[in-house]
């Protein structure tokens, strides 16, 4: 029974280039969030995802950045033209319906970019 | 502006202690309140959650306690054991108002159980 799966674990990416970050949900969940932690921060909220449907991008930066969960296959999370500012890691997590506030929803081990 | 705050960066017990990690919040609307723990390279693993109408909730060694009207919340760990040897993370959630449910995390209280 695979937890959250996300990859690549690490990712290097110099000045400019464009990174993507998957994430896997647990079997059966449908729904998709991301958090971002930036080095001795505590995770903020980044987009909250269904298949095929965003529900929440308040957390996302105007500019570089986009989530998409296709019906078919992991999410993504793309970052355009990295600054050194976008290291940091990333974290996916997901539930399986809508759920309310208490539910201590199951995150992926993250993924770490670092951007040279 | 941290709405929630973990004042303490680091905590030192003692195995068989009682270890109490607390939480300070400022936003009156958030309506739950969770507990993660987190090894380093993993990510953040759920432990406990409260309702902002409970004032304290329980699960085998774990107690979280909330004073709403000091916007406080605690978390005590008995008894301690070295693999409690982490990052706790308070989180808080509030309903977005765009259909989900947001978790404001704090920056996290380093706990060494030593043996």
């Known amino acids: 029974n695979a937890g959250v799966m996300q990859n690549p674990r690490h990712l290097v990416r110099r000045r400019g280039q464009e990174a993507r970050l998957r994430c896997s949900p647990m079997?059966?969940?449908?729904?998709v969030y991301w958090y971002r932690q930036l080095p001795e921060e505590g995770l903020k909220f980044m987009v909250y995802?269904?298949?095929?449907?965003?529900?929440?991008e308040s957390g996302m930066p105007k500019e570089r950045f986009s989530a998409e969960f296709p019906k078919e296959g992991p999410s993504i999370l793309r970052i355009q033209q990295v600054v050194r500012g976008d290291s940091a890691a990333y974290f996916c997590?997901?539930?399986?319906?809508?759920?309310?506030?208490?539910?201590?929803?199951?995150f992926g081990s993250g993924t770490r970019l670092t951007v040279v | 502006d941290q709405q929630v705050k973990q004042n303490s960066p680091s905590l030192s017990v003692q195995e068989g202690r009682i270890s109490i990690l607390n939480c300070d919040y400022t936003?009156?609307?958030?309506?739950?309140f969770l507990w993660y723990k987190k090894y380093p390279a993993e990510g953040p693993t759920f432990l406990i959650s409260?309702?902002?109408?409970?004032d304290k909730n329980e699960d085998g060694r774990f107690t979280v306690f909330l004073n709403k009207s000091a916007k406080h919340l605690s978390l005590h760990i008995v008894p301690s054991q070295p693999g409690d040897s982490a990052v706790y993370f308070c989180?808080?959630?509030?309903?977005?108002?765009?259909?989900?449910?947001?978790?404001?995390f704090g920056k996290g209280t380093k706990l060494s159980v030593i043996p």
């Open positions: 997590a997901s539930s399986p319906k809508r759920v309310s506030g208490g539910y201590g929803y199951t």
């Open positions: 409260i309702s902002s109408i409970k």
């Open positions: 936003n009156s609307m958030f309506d739950y």
């Open positions: 989180a808080a959630s509030e309903d977005s108002g765009a259909g989900s449910y947001q978790l404001t």
């Open positions: 079997k059966g969940h449908s729904h």
């Open positions: 995802l269904q298949k095929e449907n965003i529900i929440d």
